[in-house]
């Protein structure tokens, strides 16, 4: 038995340091690459589609959002897929999988939710996002490449962004030394 134990440590250590050693810095780190804050970014854009979609139902001229948003789906399909790959690539570069792609694209849709709760009335919502709802059925690949740069530009990540994460640290409260 203790032989059997100090064989079945040893290959798990050994195991262990193979895994560690094959990491790049990001994946041990815990950080997004571009790629990465790139594909995150694009599945916000698709949620607050969605959710605005939902929430809305209609556009101002009685446009059906909900079958504009499929339509935006299906016309991105290809971008969507990819992202979610890149996503998926990463979560199994942790040890994850695809249960941790569901539970970002449902935490997404949920903070946009409750941003909406918060922030402003489902009306006032409606009137400022319907519209871009409905101009993304006619945004070229450019576009949409774009707005998604737009989120990363202004976003907030479920992960920092490799390179960023001590100017992340630094910056928050929680980090800062109290008096």
């Known amino acids: 038995m203790t032989i059997f134990f100090r064989y079945g440590t040893l290959c798990a250590a050994a195991f262990l340091a193979c895994s560690l050693a094959n990491a ?10 571009p790629s990465e804050a790139e594909a995150e970014s ?9 959710v605005t979609a939902i929430t809305c139902l ?15 789906t299906r016309k991105n399909l290809k971008n969507i897929k990819k992202w979610e790959q890149v996503m998926l690539s990463h979560y199994r570069s942790q040890g994850g999988g695809t249960a941790d792609l569901d539970r970002l694209r449902t935490t997404l849709a949920n903070d946009i939710s409750q941003r909406i709760a ?3 009335s489902p009306a006032a919502y409606c009137t400022s996002n319907g519209p871009r709802l409905i101009a993304s059925l006619g945004w070229s690949e450019a576009d949409l490449q ?7 530009r202004t976003a907030a990540f479920s992960k920092p962004k490799c390179g960023q994460q001590a100017t ?4 928050s409260p929680a980090s800062t030394p109290h008096p």
């Open 118 to 120: 918060t922030v402003a």
């Open 24 to 33: 790049s810095p990001a994946q041990a780190a815990g950080c997004y690459e």
């Open 42 to 50: 694009a599945l916000r854009l698709h949620s607050e589609l969605m």
């Open 146 to 152: 774009h707005e998604v740069g737009a989120v990363v």
């Open 168 to 171: 992340a640290q630094a910056e």
């Open 58 to 72: 209609r556009g101002a001229k009685g446009e059906d959002l909900i079958k504009n948003y499929t339509s935006f």
